[in-house]
């Protein structure tokens, strides 16, 4: 069966240090890999997305993501948060129908 | 360039109700998909509609209907609502003639059903 699994419901990390969000799929083919993020109250915007070739992608606001087909899991990094990164994270997988994982929710201490 | 734009922003409504929600795709873009986000969950996809026909269906009853215009805009109705439908529902426009993998989200409506 086709799913995402967003292992962290809820991650704290200090202003200025470094963010790795988790996201592991089951997908019968090679997938498209997405990451989204969530203001509260707010749709979702897209962060970077991942089709083929060079398997770092970089994003906006300063993430990236790398796929790892050997471990199916495409991890969101960043590695210095901004007080206004706290937001909702969403991993997805999919072409024309996206599958969603859970979601992780950011908290960034000040 | 107007992103995707959906009304109305909230919305209550009662058990048995209809309710009938709106979206404008993105500029240029063919398709319209619609989804569902429970408080708490990622989105569930609901359908999705290109050259006014239903493409691809998620797993949602026949409640859940839709439609698109010629003009690619799209509604998203609801018959004999649930208090289970209460959620964010989110629509989310591509351009599928260009693979249309990549979806692009506008801000939801809120419904609550009582």
């Known amino acids: 069966a086709q799913s995402v699994t967003q292992p962290d419901i809820h991650i704290t990390v200090s202003e200025g240090a470094s963010l790795e969000l988790r996201c592991n799929y089951s997908?019968?083919?090679?997938?498209?890999l997405f990451w989204y993020v969530q203001s509260p109250g707010q749709g979702l915007q897209l962060l970077l997305k991942?089709?083929?070739?060079?398997?770092l992608v970089q994003g906006i606001k300063g993430f990236e993501a790398e796929f790892k087909r050997s471990q199916s899991s495409f991890n969101l990094r960043k590695p210095s948060v901004h007080w206004s990164d706290a937001a909702e994270y969403f991993c997805a997988v999919g072409t024309y129908k996206y599958i969603f994982g859970t979601g992780t929710r950011l908290k960034v201490l000040a | 360039d107007a992103g995707v734009t959906q009304s109305p922003t909230h919305l209550i409504k009662t058990r048995g109700q209809q309710v009938t929600l709106r979206c404008s795709p993105k500029s240029g873009h063919d398709t319209v998909s619609w989804y569902q986000q429970a408080l708490g969950q990622g989105p569930q996809f609901i359908f999705q509609y290109y050259e006014e026909e239903e493409r691809q269906r998620g797993n949602f009853p026949d409640r859940f209907s839709g439609h698109q215009f010629p003009n690619y805009s799209s509604e998203l109705n609801v018959n004999a609502l649930l208090l289970g439908d209460s959620a964010l529902y989110l629509c989310?426009?591509?351009?599928?003639?260009?693979?249309?993998?990549?979806?692009?989200f506008g801000p939801g409506t809120r419904l609550l059903v009582l």
């Open positions: 997908y019968g083919a090679t997938p498209y």
């Open positions: 991942y089709f083929s070739g060079d398997t």
């Open positions: 989310a426009s591509s351009l599928r003639r260009l693979g249309g993998e990549t979806q692009y």
